[in-house]
């Protein structure tokens, strides 16, 4: 089972390139969410869709878009990469009883 | 809006200790309350969760009451193991319920 499945694992920019973290979800789930979880600051929601063609931004949305074009997937793209966006990214779909299921992560260091 | 305040760790406990983790909660309506846990070098992953007040969620020996009175879902495990070593993250869903709003994470670590 696959699940949730992010790429790439790892990534290193510099400041002001751009970038694609790429989220696939096979289990047909309509909401699905990206979340960066800093040291000290929990997990914090950038953007969540509840359906192909619907997205809304989270807490922290600035210097990140989204688009979800299908069901299964939804891409996050930083435009201009800035150091402050060095942080762990995780993408989750979330089931019809609520419960998130988590990709295994993307680390991004911008330089 | 949502939110979710749980208290900071670390927590350090000798094998077999009783583990408490507080959660509060501040919400608008009837939120699903969750606990998450996340092992090192791994992503978040379900523990437990509770749809409705007095519910009890459980899971490998770890338990949760939803407690609307005192908005609170505290993480409690009678007898903790080295494997239990990980960061937990209380949560509930957002207004909408259509995201989840994480606290801050405790880190727990349990030596033999």
């Known amino acids: 089972n696959a699940g949730v499945t992010q790429t790439p694992k790892f990534q290193v920019l510099k400041t002001g390139q751009s970038m694609t973290l790429q989220c696939a979800q096979d289990?047909?789930?309509?909401?699905m969410s990206w979340y960066r979880q800093d040291p000290g600051m929990g997990l914090r929601l950038i953007h969540y869709s509840v359906g192909a063609g619907i997205t809304d931004q989270g807490e922290v949305p600035n210097g990140y878009n989204v688009s979800r074009s299908t069901t299964e997937d939804f891409p996050l793209r930083l435009l201009s990469a800035a150091p402050s966006q060095t942080s762990v990214y995780f993408c989750?779909?979330?089931?019809?009883?609520?419960?998130?299921?988590f990709g295994e992560g993307s680390r991004l260091t911008v330089l | 809006g949502n939110s979710v305040t749980q208290m900071e760790g670390p927590v350090t406990l000798s094998e077999e200790a009783f583990l408490t983790i507080n959660c509060t909660y501040t919400a608008t309506g009837y939120p699903s309350l969750f606990w998450y846990v996340q092992y090192p070098g791994e992503g978040l992953q379900l523990l437990l969760k509770a749809t409705k007040a007095d519910d009890k969620g459980s899971n490998k020996g770890f338990e949760a009451t939803y407690r609307k009175e005192t908005t609170s879902f505290h993480l409690e495990k009678g007898s903790v193991q080295v494997s239990d070593s990980a960061v937990y993250f209380c949560a509930l869903s957002n207004q909408a319920g259509t995201a989840l709003i994480f606290g801050k994470g405790t880190t727990l670590s349990v030596s033999s």
């Open positions: 289990m047909n789930h309509e909401y």
């Open positions: 989750a779909s979330t089931s019809e009883t609520g419960e998130l299921f």
